[in-house]
């Protein structure tokens, strides 16, 4: 299926970008981190790449005490977002992330805290915002059909993780119906070649990946002839001041501490594969897709 305007996900909406004949900046999961997202808006000039070539996957506010300004500075910067499930529970005045937690797990008190406080710094202009923002978004890369998602394809909170069975980004796939998913939610960054297509996750701007460095990542998508390269990038920034100001804030002290150390403050939510990867740090080599199948 080619990337098309008409299509809907849900109910929702999907923004067609058309056709993209250069490089891409993805990330997502800012998490009101607003050190992270001026050293990726830093390394988007030094790569000579305009707001307009910097997707967000969502998430913009969770655990960080910058989630208006870093609304904000997506909004009036142009860049091209799409709906989390933290932007959909804003918009809609939900009372939870919309993570799908464990009543009582770590994740979920934690959430109490730091949703209550996202929930608070928000503006009507910004909710409004949130709401206006597409679901998915579906462009072409040099020919080659992409869709944008946040979590899974039909379900905005799903997590697929690198570690899952090859069946399970068959479906995934076969649901987005496109050569190449870019997708985020799941905060660690990892590539899938299944059967030819390409499902990939630039983990997270806003927070560690859980490999024991206080690096956060993103990813640079470029075409290269009839190639498609996915870089995962990893940037350092002033994650001391983020950490400063979280404390200051009265938000769980877990997540400053994460930025910190590198290290999640709880696994709830992780399969055995990635909960065996914690603190081991993230190597990750340029991923060529060439668009055949080679195998799961
Ligand atoms: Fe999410």
Request: net charge negative.
């Amino acid at each position: 299926m080619s990337a098309s305007g008409e299509e809907t996900a849900g109910g929702e909406d999907i923004r067609n970008l058309g056709e993209i004949g250069g490089p891409l900046i993805v990330c997502g999961g800012i998490y009101g981190n607003l050190e992270a997202l001026d050293a990726l808006l830093a390394e988007a000039d030094r790569l000579g790449l305009p707001p307009s070539r910097i997707i967000h996957t969502g998430d913009v506010a969770a655990y960080c005490a910058d989630p208006r300004a870093c609304a904000e500075r997506i909004r009036e910067l142009g860049l091209v977002a799409i709906r989390g499930n933290i932007e959909e529970q804003l918009a809609t005045g939900a009372e939870d992330c919309g993570c799908g937690f464990e009543e009582d797990s770590a994740c979920a008190v934690m959430a109490d805290e730091w949703f209550a406080y996202v929930r608070n710094q928000m503006t009507d202009e910004l909710r409004g915002w949130m709401r206006g923002l597409p679901r998915h978004l579906v462009l072409t890369l040099r020919g080659n059909s992409v869709r944008v998602v946040h979590g899974g394809v039909d379900n905005i909170s799903e997590y697929v993780f690198g570690s899952a069975p090859a069946g399970v980004f068959r479906a995934v796939l076969e649901q987005a119906g496109t050569d190449v998913v870019l997708a985020g939610h799941t905060g660690l960054p990892f590539t899938r070649f299944i059967g030819g297509r390409v499902w990939h996750n630039t983990g997270s701007l806003g927070m560690p990946a859980n490999d024991g460095t206080p690096r956060v990542w993103y990813s640079l998508v470029r075409p290269d002839g009839d190639r498609i390269v996915f870089e995962h990038r990893a940037l350092t920034y002033d994650y001391r001041k983020t950490a400063a100001k979280l404390r200051e804030a009265g938000l769980p002290d877990g997540y400053a501490r994460c930025l910190e150390t590198g290290l999640w403050p709880s696994l709830d939510i992780l399969p055995r594969a990635e909960r065996a990867a914690r603190g081991k740090p993230i190597a990750l080599r340029p991923q060529i897709w060439t668009g055949e199948p080679a195998g799961a």
